[in-house]
C-alpha cells in the first residue's frame, strides 16, 4: 500500500490561491481516476479537479470555504500498491483541470445532500428525508421538480401543521459569495439613481402574439426580452453616455458604439449575466435566439467565462414575477440597467375614455456621476415610444 497527495495545480492566467468551493468525494470513498475531486473557485471561473489517481480517499486536507495556494495539499489518497505510487502522477503535475464558470452549490460538505435553503424548507414540511431522492439538478442537486417526482411517485408527506425549530448556517462561497461582494461593491461605489416609467405594452403584445403564431420551423418562441433589446440598440446611439463603461479608478468614461447586453439570468447556483454580443447586429428573432441559448449555457453551467463578461448595458427581469417596480443594482463597470415588471392588464384613460390596456413598469437605474436625471428622463421616453408603437423597432 502506499500514499499519494493530490495538490492544487497552477490553473493558469497567474493565478496564486483558490477558494475549495464543494467536495465530490468523502474520506473513505474509493475514486477512480478522472473522477470528479472537487470545485476550487479563483477570481476568474470555477475549476473542476479530477483525480489523477485511482485509490482510498484517507483525507481531505482544505473544508469549504477555505482559500488554499498552488501547491498546498488537497486531498490523501491511499493506493492499493506501491508501485502504483510510482507510477502516477506527481501532486504538482496532476491532469489538468477541466474549467466551467458553472458555480455548485453554497452548502456542499461530504454526506450532505445538495439542495437550496427553499428547497429543504419544503422538503421538511413535506417529512421528506432528502437522502432518499436522487436529484437531478448539477452534481446531484435535489430540485423542487425532484420532490413534485418524489410525490408523484407515492410518497408520504407529514402534516402541514408541525412546529419548525432550529437553524441552518450556510456559509457565504463560491458563486453566492462572489455575487454578494459584486453587489456590494457595485452598491458601494456607485451612486444610484432610479426612474420607473409606464409603457402601454397592449400592441407590441399582440404582435408578439401574432409572430408567434406564424413563426417558422426553428424560429424561438418570442418573449418581451428580443423587443426591449431592439429598442435599446434604437435608442442608445442617441445617448451614447448610457452606453458605456466608467472606471472610476483612472476617471476614464468608455463609450461603445458595439451594443454588448447583459441577461440577468437566473440559475440554481445564484444570479449569472450571460452575454449578448453586437445585438445592435441581430434581428428580432436571432435576439431571440441568442438570449435562449445564453440562458440555457448560465443554467447548466456550460457558459464560457467570455460568455458571462464583457457586457455594455444590462437587462434584469423577473418575467411575470416583476412586480410593481424595483430599483436594480447596476453591474459594475456599467452605467445603466434596465428592469421590465410585469405586464398586467389595468383600465386607463385614453382619449377621455376609460379602456383595459396591457401596462408595464420599466425601471431602470443610472450612474449619476456619468448620467444626469434629464438624460435618463429622455432615453427611457424614447425606450417608451419605441414599445408603445413596436413598428418604429423595423423602420431603418
Known amino acids: 500500500?502506499?500514499?499519494?497527495?493530490?495538490?492544487?495545480?497552477?490553473?493558469?492566467?497567474?493565478?496564486?490561491?483558490?477558494?475549495i468551493v464543494a467536495w465530490h468525494v468523502a474520506v473513505g470513498e474509493h475514486v477512480r481516476e478522472d473522477q470528479l475531486l472537487v470545485d476550487v473557485m479563483t477570481d476568474k471561473a470555477t475549476v473542476e479537479m479530477t483525480?489523477?489517481?485511482?485509490?482510498?480517499?484517507?483525507?481531505?486536507?482544505?473544508?469549504?470555504?477555505?482559500?488554499?495556494?498552488?501547491?498546498?495539499?488537497?486531498?490523501?489518497?491511499?493506493?492499493?500498491?506501491?508501485?502504483?505510487?510510482?507510477?502516477?502522477?506527481?501532486?504538482?503535475?496532476?491532469?489538468?483541470?477541466?474549467?466551467?464558470?458553472?458555480?455548485?452549490?453554497?452548502?456542499?460538505?461530504?454526506?450532505?445532500?445538495?439542495?437550496?435553503?427553499?428547497?429543504r424548507l419544503r422538503a421538511a414540511d413535506l417529512g421528506i428525508d432528502l437522502h432518499r431522492l436522487r436529484g437531478s439538478g448539477p452534481g446531484g442537486r435535489v430540485t423542487h421538480g425532484d420532490l413534485d417526482d418524489f410525490l408523484a411517485g407515492?410518497?408520504?408527506?407529514?402534516?402541514?401543521?408541525?412546529?419548525?425549530?432550529?437553524?441552518?448556517?450556510?456559509?457565504?462561497?463560491?458563486?453566492?459569495?462572489?455575487?454578494?461582494?459584486?453587489?456590494q461593491e457595485a452598491k458601494r461605489r456607485i451612486p444610484h439613481f432610479a426612474y420607473v416609467e409606464e409603457i402601454d405594452m397592449s400592441e407590441m403584445e399582440s404582435l408578439r402574439a401574432q409572430l408567434n403564431e406564424t413563426r417558422r420551423g426553428g424560429q424561438p418562441k418570442l418573449t418581451v426580452l428580443p423587443f426591449i433589446m431592439l429598442a435599446l440598440v434604437r435608442a442608445l446611439p442617441d445617448f451614447p453616455q448610457i452606453n458605456a463603461h466608467f472606471d472610476d479608478e483612472a476617471g476614464v468614461i468608455k463609450r461603445f458604439q458595439a451594443v454588448h447586453i447583459g441577461i440577468a439570468t437566473q440559475t440554481d447556483a445564484g444570479l449569472m449575466v450571460p452575454v449578448v454580443r453586437h445585438a445592435e447586429a441581430l434581428d428580432l428573432w436571432q435576439a431571440a435566439a441568442a438570449v435562449a441559448a445564453m440562458a440555457a449555457k448560465a443554467r447548466d453551467g456550460s457558459a464560457k467565462r467570455d460568455e458571462l463578461?464583457?457586457?455594455?448595458?444590462?437587462?434584469?427581469?423577473?418575467?411575470?414575477?416583476?412586480?410593481?417596480?424595483?430599483?436594480?443594482?447596476?453591474?459594475?463597470?456599467?452605467?445603466?440597467?434596465?428592469?421590465?415588471?410585469?405586464?398586467?392588464?389595468r383600465p386607463v384613460v385614453r382619449a377621455g375614455q376609460v379602456a383595459i390596456r396591457k401596462m408595464m413598469n420599466l425601471s431602470s437605474s443610472f450612474d449619476h456621476r456619468v448620467v444626469d436625471g434629464g438624460d435618463a428622463a429622455l432615453?427611457?421616453?424614447?425606450?417608451?415610444?419605441?414599445?408603445?408603437?413596436?413598428?418604429?423597432?423595423?423602420?431603418g
Do not use: C
Request: glycine share 10%; charged share 20%.
Open 1 to 19: 500500500m502506499g500514499r499519494f497527495i493530490f495538490k492544487l495545480p497552477d490553473v493558469g492566467e497567474g493565478t496564486a490561491e483558490a477558494e
Open 51 to 119: 483525480s489523477p489517481v485511482a485509490g482510498t480517499v484517507v483525507a481531505l486536507k482544505a473544508n469549504p470555504g477555505e482559500m488554499a495556494t498552488v501547491g498546498a495539499p488537497l486531498v490523501e489518497f491511499e493506493l492499493e500498491t506501491v508501485a502504483a505510487v510510482a507510477a502516477s502522477p506527481v501532486a504538482e503535475t496532476p491532469a489538468a483541470p477541466q474549467i466551467a464558470t458553472a458555480a455548485v452549490s453554497n452548502d456542499v460538505a461530504p454526506g450532505i445532500v445538495l439542495a437550496a435553503p427553499a428547497v
Open 154 to 183: 407515492g410518497g408520504k408527506s407529514a402534516p402541514r401543521q408541525t412546529l419548525r425549530d432550529g437553524v441552518e448556517e450556510i456559509k457565504l462561497i463560491g458563486l453566492r459569495r462572489k455575487i454578494a461582494e459584486k453587489m
Open 309 to 345: 463578461s464583457g457586457s455594455t448595458i444590462t437587462i434584469t427581469s423577473l418575467g411575470a414575477l416583476g412586480g410593481i417596480a424595483s430599483t436594480p443594482i447596476i453591474n459594475h463597470p456599467e452605467v445603466a440597467i434596465i428592469g421590465p415588471n410585469a405586464i398586467v392588464e
Open 379 to 395: 432615453f427611457v421616453k424614447r425606450l417608451k415610444a419605441l414599445l408603445e408603437h413596436p413598428a418604429l423597432l423595423f423602420i
